[in-house]
């Protein structure tokens, strides 16, 4: 089992293209949980998905960013017409089952610089 | 809402040093909290979960509900453990988990 996968890992972009950063989730996981770490700050979680399903995309800004994980291949997160406000680390995580005790697994990121 | 405070950016301190880093939660309920650990240029990774009552690599955690708090302690600090820590709250609400992250401490051994 390889793991949460994310790529790519390093992602630069000019202001107003757009990035994809994708995700795979550990096998037999079908929980994807999508998190952004501003320079200096924590992990804010942004959107959860299941398979073909948006849970909760609370924490998305409204404008320009979208999630989706359809029922093959792997979650991306969109992002269009990006801002330098953009730039951070973008963090995947998976879990099996959802509960409250369940772990989530963690991808190694994807790192978006936009120039 | 449910809210996790970490209160030191970085906390530094000498091998051999006992450790604790703090972490104060809010939320009304009974929350499941967790510190996870990222090491330089690894992945975020699970530390330990109160529900386990566990010790990994030496560290522990005692959720004190009165204080609503879940330090991570250790008595006698190690260069490898120099890392970022995230106290997480989770909680399962509307069918889900949600995760509430900290803003993390990095944690500095001096040999």
């Known amino acids: 089992n390889a793991g949460v996968m994310q790529n790519p890992r390093h992602l630069v972009r000019r202001r107003g293209q757009e990035a994809r950063l994708r995700c795979s989730p550990m096998?037999?996981?079908?929980?994807v949980y999508w998190y952004r770490q501003l320079p200096e700050e924590g992990l804010k979680f942004m959107v959860y998905?299941?398979?073909?399903?948006?849970?909760?995309e609370s924490g998305m800004p409204k404008e320009r960013f979208s999630a989706e994980f359809p029922k093959e291949g792997p979650s991306i997160l969109r992002i269009q017409q990006v801002v330098r406000g953009d730039s951070a680390a973008y963090f995947c995580?998976?879990?099996?089952?959802?509960?409250?005790?369940?772990?989530?697994?963690f991808g190694p990121g994807t790192r978006l610089t936009v120039l | 809402a449910q809210r996790v405070t970490q209160p030191e950016k970085l906390l530094s301190v000498f091998k051999g040093a006992p450790v604790e880093l703090k972490c104060n939660y809010s939320?009304?309920?009974?929350?499941?909290l967790f510190w996870y650990v990222q090491y330089s240029r690894q992945r975020l990774q699970l530390l330990l979960r109160?529900?386990s009552r566990e010790s990994i690599k030496g560290f522990t955690a005692d959720l004190n509900k009165g204080e609503t708090s879940f330090h991570l302690k250790k008595p006698f600090a190690q260069e490898e453990d120099s890392a970022m820590y995230y106290c997480?709250?989770?909680?399962?609400?509307?069918?889900?988990?949600?995760?509430?992250f900290g803003t993390g401490t990095k944690l500095q051994v001096i040999p």
């Open positions: 995580a998976s879990s099996s089952w959802g509960t409250s005790t369940d772990t989530q697994y």
């Open positions: 096998k037999g996981h079908s929980h």
């Open positions: 998905l299941q398979k073909e399903n948006i849970i909760d």
């Open positions: 939320y009304s309920g009974s929350p499941e």
């Open positions: 109160h529900i």
């Open positions: 997480a709250l989770s909680l399962y609400s509307g069918g889900y988990q949600k995760v509430t």
